[in-house]
């Protein structure tokens, strides 16, 4: 599986920007999906996540901000994020888990993309 992440960029704080990351292969449907990041100087750090049965679950930095959502026919998961805060700068990456359960940290995902960078200013 390949993943590729986009949509990231420059934006004020209080904006909005949505992130795709399209995966190659023909199980996509049946992995986790998930969204980390991680800010210069600090370690990678868990988002969101949706499962193979649509379940999600969030970081509580972005519940009630960021929504993650799939699109099975198109092999594509997305990270809305919305009211964005200057913290939230970081570069993102998306992960494929073939479990497909709903997990938070990094070690079950066998694949990543190459990041997407977000900066949010003050």
């Known amino acids: 599986v390949q993943l590729q992440a986009s949509g990231g960029g420059l934006v004020q704080a209080g904006g909005s920007l949505r992130l795709s990351c399209a995966a190659s292969g023909r199980t996509f449907s049946s992995y986790a999906m998930g969204w980390f990041r991680q800010a210069p100087g600090k370690e990678r750090e868990f988002v969101a996540v949706?499962?193979?049965?649509?379940?999600?679950y969030y970081a509580d930095s972005v519940k009630g901000r960021f929504t993650i959502s799939r699109d099975n026919a198109k092999n594509t998961v997305y990270l809305q994020m919305n009211s964005l805060k200057p913290e939230d700068t970081a570069v993102y990456y998306c992960?494929?888990?073939?479990?497909?359960?709903?997990?938070?940290?990094?070690?079950?995902?066998?694949?990543w993309g190459q990041g997407t960078q977000v900066t949010v200013s003050s």
């Open positions: 992960a494929a888990a073939r479990n497909g359960v709903v997990v938070t940290t990094t070690s079950p995902y066998e694949y």
């Open positions: 949706i499962g193979w049965t649509g379940g999600t």
